[in-house]
């Protein structure tokens, strides 16, 4: 479940770009969620969490253990977001 809470966004934009925004995001959501739009090949994640695979959890547990074990630091660049309007859970 994803909880946003854009009420402090909406005194930088006028209403008018707020609800264009709203419009693009909430697009994009649904084309994540659909699989449809470019790039959705990378969109395997999504399945993992819906449909859980054993195998595929027992290696990434694995993987975790032995990058605990051996690294000292572990840094994930990430990029991403999602708005809408009000408070909203997804």
């Known amino acids: 479940m994803i909880d946003i809470n854009t009420s402090r966004a909406k005194q930088y934009l006028a209403e008018d770009e707020f609800s264009r925004a709203y419009e693009q995001a909430e697009k994009a959501f649904k084309t994540v969620q659909q699989g449809s739009g470019e790039g959705s090949e990378w969109l395997g994640w999504r399945g993992l969490l819906a449909d859980p695979n054993d195998a595929i959890l027992e290696q990434i547990d694995s993987l975790a ?26």
């Open 65 to 90: 253990a032995a990058i605990r074990e051996q690294a000292d630091v572990f840094i994930v660049c990430g990029i991403g977001g999602i708005l809408f309007r009000g408070s909203r859970r997804y």
